[in-house]
């Protein structure tokens, strides 16, 4: 009997793929309980029009805390490289993310190359831009709740 050949299995969502229409709608399911946040559609940008798509996540800390992460894609003005951001708000409108939570961007390596932490504040932003093929990361901490994804541009 021959052995059976199997695709490669994808460890991690490749987010240039987010860009293309017939890989997103609003009622299909993403990897790893993303889902889409806005359509993808020609944003005016410098007046001139750019495919953008983000995509969020609801994670939940100790005491039912929740907060939404965000994470956006849209293709930058120079070739083969995507702007990316990476935000963090409270769940609920009127209060505060919690002080000390850590927003961090790693690299392939798992090294972090970008970090912010939160205060009084309500949402928390990171903007980046990479080349099409990278690896990066994004790591949250906060107390004993950490959370990590790695992601492909």
């Not at 889409?36 to 995509?55: D, I």
């Not at 805390?65 to 995507?82: H, Q, W, Y």
């Not at 950490?146 to 492909?152: D, L, M």
């Amino acid at each position: 009997m021959a052995p059976i050949e199997h695709a490669p299995l994808r460890l991690m969502p490749q987010l240039s793929c987010w860009l293309n229409e017939s890989t997103i709608s609003p009622d299909r399911q993403l990897p790893s309980l993303w889902r889409l946040t806005f359509p993808v559609n020609p944003l005016q940008f410098r007046k001139q029009a750019r495919l953008c798509a983000e995509l969020s996540k609801q994670l939940s800390f100790e005491n039912d805390r929740e907060i939404s992460l965000f994470l956006g894609i849209m293709p930058a003005i120079v070739p083969n490289e995507m702007d990316l951001w990476v935000r963090i708000c409270s769940q609920n409108s009127t209060s505060f993310l919690p002080s000390n939570l850590k927003l961090m961007i790693l690299d392939a390596d798992r090294e972090v190359v970008m970090q912010a932490t939160t205060r009084e504040t309500h949402r928390l932003q990171l903007e980046f831009s990479g080349e099409i093929g990278e690896i990066f990361g994004i790591q949250l901490e906060f107390q004993n709740f950490k959370f990590s994804e790695q992601f492909q541009i």
